[in-house]
């Protein structure tokens, strides 16, 4: 039991999600308990994770989640295991939450991105389709990002994009779609950046220099492809070359990267399947599927093309993010910290008890 690794859960104390600064101490070795020095609340070790109040052994949990995020059917784990139907549900979703937290807090981090790659996934309802649009990092296969929408539409794709740029640092930047006319407008409008005039009113925004978009335009006849189009909308042709060439190799302008990442969660996640009688009952329910399978690829999986004199390599390792493969029980326990405290705004001077509190927690604690 080490405090120094905890943070506050309490989101009503000033110094929520602050590691190592004293503040959380021991309050029962038996039960794992510890509290907060400053707001006097006690928690479990396991707040904030998937085993939070679960009867269950976290083994058991754990042997669920990797089969689930492998694609096995609920009705095998039920009758395999003896377990009721809402209770696996209910593990899927808070895995899902989980991977949501790892991805928006550990992959949702500046990084030089290169080559990025786009597309969108129907997904059966009963009655009715959904969308799926995925972003993936070319040079390791990092997948960045994903959204769910009822529509394919301006919406989905923007929000897609607003994700990609949380994930991209300043610099050259190469975006491989399809030809959904979406992608042009959503790409050129979020990759912007206010220029500081020292006017008043809002500044204009410009465009990054080294932005570029490329588009593969595929023509079917009778369900087969029998033409392929690639357009260059933004950028010069030899920047576009010079940025595929350093995360893809040889070739040409293409989204196979991500169409192959398509495939592997039309794989794991059933309702994604040709053909399948599994539908997506609940947009909630696929986006919980997603993150699952989108962050034990990146974190849990090796990928073949990725390995260096014979070492397994995940996604996240060659990106930098992380040293080693985790395992899903070391996802699902991973410490999502909660977002720093900041003081309400209020008219007037603030209180001494307040400025002490901007003192001792305002300030950018490691």
Not at 162 to 181: I, K, M, Q, W
Not at 192 to 204: A, I, K, L, Y
Not at 236 to 245: D, F, G, Q, S
Request: hydrophobic share 35%; glycine share 8%; with cysteine.
């Amino acid at each position: 039991m080490d405090p120094t690794t905890l943070f506050g859960p309490n989101w009503a104390c000033p110094a929520r999600g602050q590691v190592g600064q004293g503040n959380i101490s021991i309050h029962s070795r038996q039960e794992q308990r510890f509290v907060c020095k400053q707001c006097h609340k006690t928690f479990t070790a396991t707040k904030g994770t998937v085993f939070y109040r679960l009867r269950t052994s976290a083994e058991l949990v754990v042997t669920v989640v990797t089969r689930l995020a492998h694609g096995c059917p609920l009705q095998a784990i039920v009758a395999a295991f003896r377990l009721d139907e809402r209770t696996v549900a209910a593990w899927w979703a808070r895995a899902g939450q989980q991977g949501q937290a790892v991805q928006e807090y550990v992959v949702e981090q500046p990084r030089d991105l290169g080559h990025v790659q786009a597309d969108e996934i129907r997904v059966k309802r009963p009655g009715d389709i959904v969308w799926m649009a995925l972003a993936m990092l070319v040079r390791t296969r990092l997948w960045l990002a994903g959204e769910v929408s009822a529509q394919r539409d301006m919406p989905l794709i923007r929000r897609l994009m607003e994700r990609v740029r949380r994930c991209a640092a300043h610099g050259p930047l190469l975006c491989c779609t399809d030809g959904l006319c979406s992608y042009i407008r959503a790409i050129r409008e979020t990759f912007r950046d206010p220029v500081q005039t020292g006017r008043q009113g809002r500044p204009r925004l410009r465009r990054w220099r080294n932005l570029c978009l490329a588009q593969v335009v595929k023509r079917y006849a009778q369900r087969r492809v029998v033409d392929i189009e690639r357009r260059i909308v933004d950028g010069t042709p030899a920047r576009v070359e010079t940025l595929r060439h350093r995360s893809h190799g040889d070739g040409v302008i293409n989204t196979a990267d991500i169409e192959r990442l398509n495939a592997t969660f039309r794989e794991r996640l059933a309702a994604l399947t040709r053909r399948g009688r599994a539908l997506a009952r609940r947009p909630l329910t696929l986006q919980h599927g997603m993150y699952l399978i989108g962050t034990v690829y990146n974190f849990w999986t090796p990928h073949a093309s990725l390995g260096r004199g014979g070492r397994a390599t995940t996604p996240a390792m060659a990106s930098g993010i992380t040293d080693h493969c985790w395992s899903v029980g070391e996802l699902l326990t991973y410490p999502v910290p909660l977002p720093r405290w900041t003081p309400s705004k209020h008219r007037g001077r603030p209180s001494h008890a307040l400025k002490h509190l901007m003192e001792r927690w305002g300030g950018n604690h490691g």
